[in-house]
């Protein structure tokens, strides 16, 4: 299964074998052994899925349309088969890794191994945020991998990756290490990714990046691919970062993340001048969100976060990936420096489904809604003097009730509106329903926002 954005490209499993030369090891002549040992723990992954998306489902339709899609011949217009990999990282118990896009919406799932033998497979847990994907199946003798500390990669070290590239089993490619944490690639929510020339193609997706020892480093999921080919620009999800997701799936069959309650940025240079901050690493928060874990903990925006529970924080996106991987009412030690003084602070991750709920419970007519004051002399409505609606949460109340960014509040339950303090103030008395008054485009209209949609 391929997915698109810009020229990145998620791809399905893959193998990479490196070049070995005297100095990567006088001894080795071949990496024939160890592949002998950990080619059987990567299995050909095959997933029928229905498609709900109608700009994808358009697509779809198009290319089997123009092209002899063999894949997909004989398939009801609304569904489609991916084609990927996965790896083996339990014997016993039959688990086995994959991606998430491979499997996501998938009615069936069909894992054949390097033998033949196929196995219909059950999906354990899902994660979308990491693209981490646990499935399992019932069959002996299973070979599984060893999962290596991906901490201990270092730029250069060769690796090997074995897929499942355009459905050709079991291939094997060579390459190195070109860089790693790699972030901000728009790829998943929480990314660190190892990037490798090893040359990776659709299909890929959950096939197994390796080191020499032949132990798992990391899980393959996308390439840089201007023209839809390997260019010898690939990513893979760290071992350790797979690792603890598995865990999740494995002991509560979902990932269930803690909320900190702030936002933060990089420290570049302007930044560091103009706050007298005598650090260059490090996350400036900018926001503390009321009723957070943060709020409560008594952080402050400038408050530079040096570590999180002991690991060392370098940008702003060490702090989301440290942070989005603990669980709701877990217990963390932020070191940080405020007016470049040393301190620690401690915090206890809340659930934040229950802090949406919470707060919206406080004002369940405008939660999610965000208003400023509005005064305009039009031709139509003569002189206007009401709240304009800025933005509007497409899960709120107020969305539901069909209130719209745009919208030009004049009126509450009947009160003439002028301020977003008065407008508040009438919400916070109403009962059931909030009745409003807005002004849209030439006309207007009542709307009535309940408190339960």
């Known amino acids: 299964m391929k997915r698109f954005f810009s020229a990145l490209i998620i791809i399905g499993g893959l193998f990479c074998l490196p070049v070995v030369t005297a100095a990567a090891s006088a001894n080795l002549t071949s990496l024939a052994p160890m592949l002998h040992k950990v080619l059987p723990s990567v299995v050909n992954v095959r997933a029928q899925i229905k498609v709900t998306d109608i700009e994808t489902l358009a697509k779809l339709q198009k290319e089997r349309s123009e092209n002899n899609?063999?894949?997909?011949?004989?398939?009801?217009?609304?569904?489609?088969?991916?084609?990927?990999?996965?790896?083996?990282?339990?014997?016993?118990?039959?688990?086995?890794?994959?991606?998430?896009?491979?499997?996501?919406?998938?009615?069936?799932?069909?894992?054949?191994?390097?033998?033949?033998?196929?196995?219909?497979?059950?999906?354990?847990?899902?994660?979308?945020?990491?693209?981490?994907?646990?499935?399992?199946?019932?069959?002996?003798?299973?070979?599984?991998?060893?999962?290596?500390?991906?901490?201990?990669?270092?730029?250069?070290?060769?690796?090997?990756?074995?897929?499942?590239?355009?459905?050709?089993?079991?291939?094997?490619?060579?390459g190195i290490v070109s860089a790693l944490g790699r972030t901000t690639l728009g790829i998943e929510n929480f990314e660190n990714f190892i990037q490798t020339d090893a040359p990776i193609n659709p299909g890929n997706s959950g096939g197994a990046l390796i080191n020499m020892e032949g132990q798992l480093v990391g899980i393959n999921t996308a390439i840089l691919a201007p023209d839809r080919g390997s260019i010898g620009i690939g990513f893979a999800i760290p071992s350790n970062m797979a690792k603890s997701i598995m865990q999740q799936l494995i002991d509560y069959g979902n990932v269930k993340r803690g909320m900190l309650g702030i936002a933060a940025q990089d420290i570049s240079p302007d930044l560091e001048n103009a706050l007298g901050i005598k650090v260059s690493k490090g996350a400036v928060i900018t926001q503390v969100m009321p009723n957070s874990p943060a709020e409560d903990a008594a952080f402050k925006p400038g408050d530079v976060i040096v570590s999180v529970n002991g690991s060392e924080v370098k940008t702003a996106n060490d702090v989301v990936n440290t942070i989005g991987f603990l669980r709701v009412d877990s217990k963390i030690k932020v070191d940080i420096l405020r007016n470049n003084k040393a301190m620690s602070l401690t915090a206890t991750l809340s659930d934040p489904q229950k802090r949406k709920e919470a707060v919206e419970a406080k004002n369940p007519f405008l939660y999610g809604v965000g208003l400023k004051h509005f005064t305009l002399l039009s031709p139509l409505h003569g002189e206007v003097d009401g709240i304009l609606v800025v933005t509007v949460s497409e899960d709120s109340n107020a969305w539901h009730s069909d209130l719209r960014p745009g919208d030009v509040i004049v009126s509450a339950n009947l009160q003439k509106v002028t301020s977003v303090d008065a407008l508040r103030k009438i919400a916070n008395e109403a009962k059931e329903t909030l009745l409003i008054n807005v002004l849209r485009g030439p006309g207007a209209a009542f709307l009535v926002i309940s408190k339960a949609q």
């Not at 998430?100 to 069909?110: L, M, Q, S, Y």
């Not at 002996?140 to 201990?152: E, G, R």
């Open 69 to 174: 899609d063999a894949n997909n011949s004989g398939l009801p217009l609304d569904k489609m088969v991916s084609i990927a990999s996965g790896v083996i990282v339990d014997a016993s118990k039959g688990y086995i890794l994959t991606n998430a896009h491979v499997v996501d919406n998938a009615e069936t799932v069909t894992v054949t191994l390097g033998d033949g033998h196929h196995y219909t497979a059950k999906i354990i847990g899902i994660d979308k945020p990491t693209d981490i994907a646990l499935l399992q199946i019932k069959a002996k003798d299973l070979s599984a991998i060893t999962i290596a500390d991906s901490n201990t990669l270092k730029v250069g070290d060769f690796l090997a990756a074995i897929g499942n590239p355009f459905g050709l089993n079991q291939t094997v490619t060579s």
